[in-house]
């Protein structure tokens, strides 16, 4: 579930938040913001510096992933077929093998002819929109690296649709499969990725990243 639709007034404030967070930005950041007009540069930069939205943090490497999962008290990897998830996020049209999809929708273009719809720029607008434009389903993306984060963490995105529902309601399990892991095991996870090159400072490639790398390593 988006961190936006876990309140209940999440969904009627969205607007509202992330117009602040544009307005505000640039008087907290030393680093280059998005233009204006890059409402799809902005919406990803305010997922990853903890804005709360309908977007949702994938990895598409899987020490990554197990990295974040092993941070929380009940670790669970959650994996996606993306392809197959876009699939069925434009309607699941019978001339298409979704096998045969190779190709992501690109979130800022908007295509100007009749009848064409891009379902990932349809659903990123809707965020600024307040749902006037945007598919049912969630669609996924490949973003814009405006963080060193996105870049560091292989990161890719799902953005929610019209329906807010978490994403396990929303797909069928051939999507979406769910891995738990023994919350018994999660230190020596987190040991044997450190010995992998996996780190707080790897995922994080800042100065918060090496205090907590370092925090890690001498004092653990």
């Not at 640039?26 to 977007?55: C, E, I, M, N, Y």
């Not at 040991?191 to 990243?209: K, M, N, Q």
Request: proline content about 7%; glycine content about 4%; some cysteine.
């Amino acid at each position: 579930m988006p961190s936006l639709y876990r309140t209940s007034t999440g969904s009627a404030r969205e607007n509202q938040l992330l117009e602040t967070f544009c307005a505000r930005a640039a008087a907290f950041s030393q680093d280059a913001l998005p233009d204006r007009k890059k409402t799809d540069q902005w919406l990803f930069l305010a997922q990853h510096v903890g804005l709360a939205t309908r977007l949702l943090d994938w990895s598409e490497g899987a020490l990554i992933a197990l990295f974040f999962a092993s941070r929380e008290n009940e670790p669970i990897v959650w994996m996606l077929h993306p392809l197959h998830l876009n699939y069925h996020a434009g309607g699941a049209p019978p001339t298409v093998d979704p096998n045969s999809l190779r190709e992501f929708p690109l979130p800022w273009f908007n295509p100007r002819a009749a009848g064409v719809v891009n379902i990932a720029n349809q659903n990123m607008r809707g965020a600024w929109e307040q749902d006037r434009v945007g598919v049912d389903l969630p669609v996924a993306v490949h973003p814009t690296y405006v963080h060193s984060r996105l870049r560091a963490q292989h990161a890719c995105f799902t953005v929610h649709g019209k329906r807010k529902d978490s994403l396990h309601v929303l797909v069928p399990d051939s999507i979406l499969k769910r891995y738990v892991i023994d919350p018994t095991c999660r230190l020596a996870i987190r040991r044997e990725l450190a010995v992998l090159g996996v780190t707080e400072s790897v995922a994080y490639p800042d100065l918060d990243g090496l205090a907590r790398d370092l925090r890690d390593r001498f004092l653990t």
